[in-house]
């Protein structure tokens, strides 16, 4: 079955704890991006890559990094998270560069 | 810079039809997407126009007017399970202050649809 998978889908964690959310998806997409959902504000990119090795910002990517060192993995690192990246994360992949998204489940983060 | 606007709030009865606009100024284009969120999943594929016009898919339709900078989602024969938020996204284009590919979303509009 075609999916993207995150994990995990719930995290609670206090400011300053370096967290992974880990991206997969098995559709062989090149193109993979991180968004964050908040109410009022819709969905708003962090990171996205055109491929393996190849990374650039979105629109929010302050206190964010990602690495793409596999095709099919996009994991999203908070090095200190803090309250204001408390948020709905969803990982999602295209076949071309703002194709089709194909979303992940999400990942619900509390940052106390 | 890019600007996508859409109503916040819609309400409708079961059967009816109902009309979600959205407006967009982008210094690129190249398309536009629908999608559909169920409260806390994920966003699922509606549509994509990328020529002015209509697209029938069963009970949904989308419309593009790419001139006005205009397009709407239309939906017919509401039922209870089309309860959900809408999100409107403009595909960038290759213009300057718009990257190829990059996908920019609206805030979403939140449909009820009543018995």
């Known amino acids: 079955e075609a999916q993207v998978t995150q994990n995990p889908r719930y995290l609670i964690t206090v400011t300053g704890k370096k967290l992974t959310v880990t991206c997969s998806q098995n559709?062989?997409?090149?193109?993979m991006s991180w968004y964050r959902q908040d109410p009022g504000l819709g969905l708003r990119q962090i990171y996205y890559s055109m491929n393996v090795e190849v990374t650039d910002k979105g629109d929010v990517p302050e206190g964010y990094k990602v690495s793409r060192k596999e095709k099919r993995n996009f994991p999203l690192i908070l090095e200190s998270p803090s309250p204001n990246q408390t948020s709905l994360y969803f990982c999602?992949?295209?076949?071309?560069?703002?194709?089709?998204?194909?979303f992940g489940p999400g990942t619900r983060l509390l940052v106390l | 810079g890019q600007n996508i606007d859409q109503p916040t709030e819609m309400t409708a009865t079961e059967g009816a039809i109902v009309q979600i606009n959205c407006t967009y100024q982008t210094s690129g284009f190249n398309g536009l997407f629908w999608y559909q969120q169920h409260a806390g999943e994920a966003p699922t594929f509606l549509s994509y126009?990328?020529?002015?016009g209509l697209e029938e898919k069963g009970r949904f339709s989308s419309f593009l007017s790419r001139s006005k900078g205009y397009s709407y989602l239309l939906l017919k024969e509401l039922q209870m399970k089309d309860s959900a938020s809408y999100l409107c996204a403009v595909r960038g284009g290759p213009n300057r202050g718009s990257t190829l590919g990059r996908l920019y979303f609206g805030r979403g509009t939140q449909l009820t649809v009543w018995p």
């Open positions: 559709m062989n997409h090149e193109y």
């Open positions: 126009n990328v020529l002015d």
């Open positions: 999602a992949s295209s076949e071309l560069p703002g194709g089709t998204q194909y």
